[in-house]
DNA sequence: GATCAGGAACTTC
DNA sequence: GAAGTTCCTGATC
């Protein structure tokens, strides 16, 4: 757990790239305060965890706790990408150009419209880009969106992995042999009574979970699936996207699954030339212990992950680029 | 020291 | 049997 979290750190303050001062703790509580009004009207009731809030207005609130840090993701805006970073990226982070003629988040005077605008836009942004985290999560760990579904084996994954994401203290045994109903009958107090040290992070994590699968029932009756592709990238998402199909999905599928997401993975694994399917892993230690989380394999180092990679040398699905480079490996037929 | 390459035995499905 | 996983040796960066 070196690096910066990813996943919902996709639209920590810093990466949305807001001004100071609304950075800042109030100015936070002002943009969830905003956006308050108008999830009333959206999404009507509030979700579970916090009745009386809207529910963007909940994840903002709990961004400051979750993210104490990330200063990394400024380190991606556009100007500050290192020297190996293409021009585009197949999928940018939301980006709000404060500098911008028009700028969305013009608080001088007579600003007050735009500021209830581009709030809104936050608000919507950051909803969406939490489910879209969610989502991803889901198919990694090939679990449920809803927690009361999980087994017990299902609870144990999504606590390594929201250990992993969140650099929280180990709680699996705090949390053994716990299914996902009774995890959710759970509060706050509990979660800390097991454990002290993150508890209460944990639980509003899970509270997040719920929250987002309640909306999704709420907006699509019945069962609750994040396995409908919903990404816009032009790779065969069908193709990579295996977490339904009940097939144990392949290495070479997850490592797509990852580059899909840059937003979340970026700083782990990143294409280097999408059109010809050169990819780099950036973070060795990180992407094998995805892996060895997707497949439960605790002991997975990368040592092993690129061995399973230069197995498909022989099968004709990754090669070394032409030129080679370490830790940089290309599909062979990217499209 | 980390990564790369590949052989070989093993496990899981 | 396929698809890794684990362990290993030796080479390279």
Redesign the pocket.
């Known amino acids: 757990m070196g690096s910066a979290s990813p996943g919902l750190s996709s639209v920590s303050p810093s990466h949305l790239l807001l001004p100071p001062d609304l950075v800042s703790r109030t100015g936070l509580e002002k943009v969830a305060a905003g956006a308050v009004g108008v999830e009333r009207q959206n999404w009507s009731p509030s979700p579970p965890a916090t009745p009386e809030q809207g529910l963007s207005a909940f994840y903002l609130s709990y961004f400051d706790m979750l993210y104490p840090e990330d200063s990394s993701w400024a380190a991606k805006a556009p100007g500050a990408s290192s020297q190996e970073e293409p021009p585009e990226e197949p999928e940018q982070c939301p980006v709000i150009d404060s500098q911008a003629p028009g700028g969305s988040l013009d608080l001088g005077p007579g600003g007050l419209a735009l500021e209830e605008h581009s709030l809104e836009q936050v608000q919507s942004m950051v909803v969406g880009e939490v489910l879209k985290d969610i989502e991803t999560a889901c198919k990694l760990l090939n679990i449920t969106a809803d927690p009361v579904d999980w087994s017990p084996g299902n609870v144990q994954k999504w606590l390594l992995w929201t250990e992993h994401q969140y650099r929280l203290p180990p709680m699996g045994k705090a949390f053994q042999e716990l299914a996902g109903k009774e995890l959710c009958a759970m509060s706050e107090e509990q979660f800390r009574q097991r454990s002290p040290l993150g508890g209460d992070v944990l639980h509003a994590h899970l509270d997040i979970w719920k929250s987002a699968a309640w909306m999704k029932e709420r907006t699509s009756p019945g069962a609750i699936h994040y396995c409908a592709s919903t990404s816009e990238e032009s790779w065969t998402d069908s193709e990579v996207d295996s977490s339904c199909s009940g097939q ?7 490592l797509k699954e990852l580059l899909l997401k840059p937003h979340s993975y970026g700083r782990f694994i990143r294409w280097l030339n999408k059109e010809k399917g050169i990819f780099k ?1 950036e973070d ?2 990180q992407v094998a212990r995805l ?2 989380i997707r ?3 605790p ?17 004709g ?1 990754i090669r ?1 680029p032409d030129i ?6 290309q599909f062979v037929h990217p499209i």
């Open positions: 144990p999905i392949h290495l070479w599928q997850f892993i060795s230690a892996w060895g497949k439960n394999r002991a997975m180092n990368y040592d092993k992950l690129s061995r399973s990679i230069r197995q498909y040398y022989k099968k699905i070394k080679s480079q370490r830790l940089v490996y």
